[in-house]
Structures are given as C-alpha cells and as structure tokens.
DNA sequence: CTTGACCCCGTACCTAGGTACGGGTTTTAT
DNA sequence: ATAAAACCCGTACCTAGGTACGGGGTCAAG
C-alpha cells in the first residue's frame, strides 16, 4: 500500500528542509505531486529517491540546473548511456578547469609567502609590494 | 599638481565599472573621497592603485572581506610583514583545501565514468545506477 | 472539541560581487 | 545658450541555492 508521504515526512525522510522541497518544485527539480482535496502534497516513497538523487550529483559538482537536465535524461526514452556518460565526461573537464585555476593561484600566493621573510616593516613586504605594483596580471 | 579625477575616469583608468567604484566605497575598500561643492567626488590618483591592487587581490582568490582586511593592514602602522604572509598563508590552505575537494570530485567521476562503457541503454547505466542508488556518499 | 503540530502560499532575505535603472543635477563642448 | 555627457542617489535586479517569515487552513491526539 505504501502511504504517500507529507511534504514534512518526505524532507525528513530525505534529510533536507522542508522549503527545499518547494524549492526543487519550483525550480522544476521535483514534478508537482498530486494533492489531497485539502491541498495538502501527496509524494509517492519514491520522492525520497530523487531527492537522495539531486543531492548525490550536487556532490558530484553538477549545478541545479545540470541536475534538472540529468533527471530528464533519465526519463527520455530514447536517452542512452552515452549521453549520460558524456554529460559526467563534461563536468570532468569542468572540474579540471578549476583545478588548474586554483593551482595557478597557489602558485602565485607560494611565490610570494616564499619571498617573504616575515620579517621586517610592511612597506617592505613583498607580498604587499606586489599587490600594490602595476604589473600584467600573472595569472 | 595632478588634477583629481571624476569617478568616470578613475573607474576608467583602473579598467573597471563606474558603478563597481561606488559599490566599493559602500563596502568600505574606498575610502569616501572629498567632494566637489555640487557633489561629484574627487579623487586622488592614488585610487587607481587602490582599485588595482583590489582587483589583484581578487585574482588571488581574496574575497572582498579579506581584501579589506589587508588594505587596513596597509593603513595600520603597527602592521609587520609578518601578519601579512600569515594572511596569504591561510590562503594558500584554503585554495589546497578548494583543490583537494574538487580531486575528490574529479576521481569520483573518473570512477563513473571509467565504469561505463557508454554502451547500451540507460537502464543500465553506472551513473545513472550510482546517482539512483542509496549508498553513503563516497565523497 | 480544542490545541498543537503540520501544511499551504507568497514573499522577503541571505551571501558575493557586482550591474542596471530612473529621475534629477552639473559640467562641458559647441 | 543649449544640449549631450557625466554625475548624483537610492533602489532593484542578477546568479545559485537555498532559508525564513507570516498569516491562514488542516489534521490528529487527547
């Protein structure tokens, strides 16, 4: 028989808020569930599934709206593995591109914590000197 | 002599908008110039260094919070070098921090991606299947 | 049958870092 | 002298991903 769940029992269930939920609905993450004459939501148990689903990909680094596509995908019929894979294969790069940032930046803070003694007054601070020097973005 | 500049030309001349410079001042990382009797604020060429030094800083990945923070630094006399390598120190573990997350999230998709053939339909997809399937986050 | 917990809706608020708009002055160039 | 350009201010808007609030209806236990 498996009771549909509340809105309430459905965050709970999923271990987020309730106003996500109608956040998700919203946003066209969660389809509109069917009423009870009060106007009450009634989820079918399979609800937590797809928000355990949103949650997982937004670990994985997908945006809302990434997700949202992710979630059609998975109930286009003609969708295959392929596509799927290549939408993973996409958010790879993506990763990579802030990996590689993000190194470029460490570089350029190492760079300067390592030509910084410590010591010394700030108007000699190589770190301050930089930020404050006109030069072509290093970056 | 030096004529002081309008905000349209500071904001020109530091390469950004005119409407970033009084978002800025709002923030407390300008300084609110001295005005002309009808209003227009004047400012001292030094801005321009100001502003770019910003900008530098936010090419580091300092926030705008942080960035204040060093720009009162500059100020402070009793600043030493010392506290401003602390500051990009702590930095540099927050963007190790950024990149060891987004590593996390790399190999994970590498994983999903890895198992799945790209092959055959969605049904049996490996991502899909792992994005569906309860399991604790291997993040 | 009442009371408290839950649900509804719309809207506002939050962080970050700006950008845009509109209506009213002032400056500047012709 | 007049018109365009630049400036002023306050406020609203934007992306992302929610969270919170307030006023009102509903549901279930005692």
Do not use: W
């Amino acid at each position: 028989m498996q009771a549909p769940l509340k809105t309430g029992e459905l965050a709970r269930a999923a271990g987020v808020n309730v106003e996500t939920i109608r956040f998700y609905e919203r946003k066209g993450l969660l389809p509109e569930p069917p009423r009870r004459s009060s106007g009450y939501r009634e989820y079918p148990i399979g609800a937590v599934r797809r928000i355990r689903f949103i949650q997982r990909a937004k670990s994985l680094g997908f945006t809302l709206r990434e997700i949202k596509g992710l979630l059609e995908l998975r109930v286009d019929p003609d969708t295959t593995c392929d596509v799927v894979r290549e939408r993973a294969t996409e958010k790879i790069a993506d990763v990579r591109q802030k990996i590689a940032d993000l190194r470029k930046i460490e570089k350029a803070l190492r760079k300067l914590t390592d030509s910084c003694s410590g010591n010394g007054p700030k108007e000699t601070c190589p770190i301050l000197v930089h930020l404050e020097t006109f030069q072509e973005s290093s970056l």
